[in-house]
């Protein structure tokens, strides 16, 4: 029974060394609500676009041309794309620029991080 048991902790600990919880965690970007959910989830390819016009990969604030050279380190995996999370009040306009600039890296996979209406 200790040999199992120690097989059980054993798998336990390479669960959790290997693998990443990270949570969506910016109080201040509020998701615009579907009324139907479809598709993957987040994935850890994520870009957090607040209302203000800030831009954050990993929870630091970056600018358009980082965004940029990160986008183009991502498209050496085009498959996986990127999820933008966008404010739901922020302009459609900066929306569509940074969905313009993944076009341009390369990365023709980009998803919007939405929560199902109530």
């Known amino acids: 029974m200790i040999p199992l048991i120690n097989i059980v902790f054993l798998i336990l600990i390479f669960f959790l060394v290997a693998s990443t919880v990270r949570p969506f965690s910016d109080r201040e ?3 615009a609500d579907t ?3 479809k598709g993957a989830g987040a994935g850890t390819r994520m ?3 607040r209302r203000d016009g800030g831009k954050f990969l990993g929870g630091s604030l970056v600018s358009d041309s980082e965004l940029q050279r990160q986008f183009e380190t991502w498209a ?3 498959e996986r794309g990127v999820t933008l999370v966008a404010d739901r009040n922020m302009p459609a306009s900066q929306l569509v620029a ?3 600039l993944a076009n ?3 990365i023709k996979n980009v998803k919007l991080l939405t929560r ?3």
């Open 29 to 31: 970007v509020r998701l």
């Open 35 to 37: 009324s139907v959910m």
């Open 47 to 49: 870009a957090v676009l």
């Open 76 to 78: 050496t995996d085009p």
């Open 98 to 100: 940074v969905v313009a």
């Open 104 to 106: 341009a890296a390369g």
């Open 116 to 118: 199902k209406a109530r």
